[in-house]
């Protein structure tokens, strides 16, 4: 099941990302960046 249209689906784009790396340190909050690797997310719905 779908929340959303067909025409709704194929209007959707990733502008913008942020990227967080997790790891035993302390967490930083890192600033929004350029999309980058869209087809790494377009490819997985």
Do not use: D
């Amino acid at each position: 099941m779908s929340f959303f249209t067909e025409e709704e689906e194929t209007s959707l784009a990733i502008k913008k990302m942020i990227l967080h790396v997790v790891g035993g340190k302390s967490f930083e909050a890192m600033p929004e960046r350029g999309l980058e690797e869209e087809s790494f997310f377009t490819g997985k719905y």
